[in-house]
């Protein structure tokens, strides 16, 4: 189960009107608990108008760095986001669990990767441009960045920096409501991703792309790179947001369920009503299961079902092979039979 630590914020730094950078000062007797891959996340925990406030955000900062930083976007009527670009100082204290996520990218020889990212989206695909281009100089990496506006556009100055120091990274900013020199005007869809593949960096055979933000630019993007002969095993993406399967929600019925819960090696059993999701029934019963983002885009919540079904409402995470196994988002799934047991320790 996660661990909390409590730890000071070392520097908050302004990146946009509305979304900041956060560095932690990590203690050295837990530096091995912080050591992560690029595209991982870390969950911040914070008590805000006396409700414990859980929230995910990618680290943008690089293993070799030894640093620990993720980058904050204000959401509007957001909870944490607001508090965090507009409370959080240098100095306070917070707690944070250790790296975790699927969006993962190991740096290898001669490979080429391309990125394609929007808005607060930049975060993971930063840390993972900057992992490769310090460790792997026969590699190359494009990235294709999408914003508002060049105001809106969060490591700006990084990325330019970036671009001019190394000639194995190629970067290209799309402004959706501002034309710039050398930017291209629109979104990130269909034709623009075209442009890259197939026209401007037609003589690149990309081994792996990576995509991180909305989802509906995720499904665009990827949906364009499979018919230009990528495939689904190097497309690597991470959402924002996950629309409702609106066929899973229909098996949903107002009845109860026995539920017994592994967690931490112990066992509990109580009745849940079939329209509360996993998670909010066994913390509603004080057991301390995990989770961060409760919207379906991150794995901390993920358990097993060993006995009983249950239908996920949103899923960007599992595969149908994973699920097939008895996985599931604890955060998202409903039980859809009289009794279902569910395994926090056994994934």
Known sequence: MATFHNVTIKEIKQETADAVSVLFDIPKNLKANFNFTAGQY???????????????????????????????????????????????????????????????????????????????????????????????????????????????????????????????????????????????????????????????????????????????????VSDTLKEAGFTDENIHFELFTVSVDEEATSEIKEGTTEITVLLDDEETTFTMTQTDNLLAAALRNDLDAPYSCQGGVCSSCMCKITEGKAVMVKNSILTDNEIEEGLTLACQAHPTTAKITVDFDDI
């Open 42 to 220: 870390i969950t911040l925990q914070k008590e805000l108008d006396g409700k414990e406030v859980r929230r995910a955000y990618s680290i943008c900062s690089t293993p070799k760095s030894g640093d620990i930083r993720v980058a904050i976007k204000s959401v509007e009527n957001g909870t944490f986001s607001v508090y965090a670009t507009s409370d959080l100082k240098t100095g306070d204290t917070i707690e944070i669990s250790a790296p975790e996520g699927r969006f993962l990218l190991n740096p290898e020889a001669n490979k080429n990767y391309v990125g394609f990212a929007a808005g607060s989206g930049i975060t993971p695909i930063l840390s993972m441009v900057k992992m490769v281009l310090e460790n792997e100089p026969s590699s190359t990496f494009t990235l294709v960045y999408g914003n508002k506006s060049v105001a809106d556009t969060i490591f700006y100055d990084e990325l330019l920096t970036l671009d001019s120091k190394y000639d194995n990274f190629n970067l290209e900013f799309v402004c959706s409501r501002e034309r710039q020199e050398n930017m291209l005007f629109g979104r990130i869809d269909t034709p623009f991703t075209n442009f890259f593949v197939k026209n401007k960096y037609k003589e690149i055979s990309f081994d792996a792309a990576f995509l991180c933000g909305p989802e509906e630019m995720i499904h665009t």
